[in-house]
């Protein structure tokens, strides 16, 4: 399992809530190749996103994490409509209280600019256990339904 981050930018349009509020039963289809143009985005879709990882669901412009939720699909070309699933809303967990870029996300590359500029970006591990951590300690009334999405499978 590998944690990444999916980016938004709510001022075009859509926001994570359309997916945490959602009452669909069924997988998720997230973005498409009108979405997600990102040479790099694409590649890691392609090539290493697998069903059952996680992804932290981050608005740009309100620069936060505001949840988290799992692939129900590996991930595909452009070409085949969505470029990945993700769980059904039931299953992902919109976090109580956001992560903020500062002072939260500071450590994690995957959210600076150093890291590239795409919708979809990797968390390496040893951030994400440091990531872990945060979480858990700023959301401390979702500590059971986030230990259960958050375990290794």
Known sequence: MRAWVFKINTKRGWAF????RSRKRGVYAMGDEGW??????????????????????????????VGIARTASDGRDTGLGSLIDFCPPSQAVRLENPLTRKPDLDHILAFSPKRGRGTVQRIDTDEFRRLRRIITKKNPKQIEVLKRLLKEE
């Open 36 to 65: 997600i143009r990102s040479a790099s985005s694409l590649r890691y879709l392609r090539e290493e996103v697998k069903r059952g990882d996680l992804f932290l669901c981050y608005e740009v412009d309100r620069k936060q994490v």
């Open 17 to 20: 809530d359309n997916y945490f």
